[in-house]
């Protein structure tokens, strides 16, 4: 079992819907991570977040919106999405992101979203 | 079995063979590598990393090996067993820390029986 716990395990809304994507981790890192994966590829990087700041923001588009209210959570909520977005979002969490403290990152089993 | 090159993404292997899978990676700079296994509808599970300023590391069952001349990366499974099929993948750490993995464009592994 993952110790980075995504919900919902799936995800169907209109175009016109707001909704958010929930992810907890318990192992006190303080680095958390938004993925993006479309079918047969791989993971790519869309948000980092350090101490509960955005670190990073990959150009992401603004109907993407991350926050991270504390340690443990991170939320990405969601508004005005189109088919395209349709994909597997993975969390994941490191137990920090500075130079010289290499550890890798610990996924959850992502929340599946498909754009009506 | 062997996967060669970075755009051959299957690789078939009989159960109780070794399977090396291959990566070449694409910034010289980067300084921490992983490799993740994931098995279909689950996220990517770790599997193994290593850092820059080693060539070989060992694991259960695995071996990591790294080739920093040619920017190269390998995955060794000894003696696959039904549970190793999944799509595997490298990543490497652009930015220092574990802050900007990128990921190659993985290799699915069947094991046949």
């Known amino acids: 079992d993952t110790e980075v716990t995504q919900t919902p395990k799936h995800l169907v809304m209109g175009m016109t819907n707001k909704k958010s994507l929930k992810c907890e981790q318990h192992?006190?890192?303080?680095?958390m991570y938004w993925y993006k994966q479309k079918a047969k590829k791989p993971p790519e990087l869309m948000f980092v977040?350090?101490?509960?700041?955005?670190?990073i923001n990959e150009s992401v588009p603004s109907r993407f919106s991350p926050e991270c209210p504390n340690s443990s959570l991170l939320n990405l909520h969601l508004h005005a999405l189109q088919p395209e977005d349709s994909a597997l979002y993975l969390c994941?969490?490191?137990?920090?992101?500075?130079?010289?403290?290499?550890?890798?990152?610990?996924f959850g089993d992502g929340t599946r979203l498909s754009i009506l | 079995g062997e996967s060669v090159g970075l755009h051959l993404p299957t690789l078939s292997v009989q159960e109780g063979d070794n399977s090396i899978i291959n990566c070449a990676y694409s910034?010289?700079?980067?300084?921490?590598f992983i490799w993740y296994k994931q098995e279909s509808g689950k996220g990517p599970q770790f599997i193994i990393d290593?850092?820059?300023?080693?060539d070989k590391r060992q694991g259960q069952r695995v071996t990591v090996l790294l080739n920093k001349t040619v920017k190269h990366l390998s995955l060794q499974i000894a003696a696959t067993q039904p549970g190793d099929s999944a799509v595997y993948f490298c990543?490497?750490?652009?930015?220092?820390?574990?802050?900007?993995?990128?990921f190659g464009q993985g290799t699915r592994l069947t094991i046949n029986p």
């Open positions: 994941a969490s490191s137990q920090e992101i500075y130079r010289g403290t290499n550890q890798p990152q610990h």
């Open positions: 192992m006190g890192h303080r680095a």
């Open positions: 977040y350090s101490y509960e700041k955005l670190s």
């Open positions: 910034n010289s700079a980067s300084d921490y």
């Open positions: 290593i850092r820059s300023n080693m």
């Open positions: 990543a490497e750490n652009i930015l220092g820390g574990a802050q900007k993995l990128v």
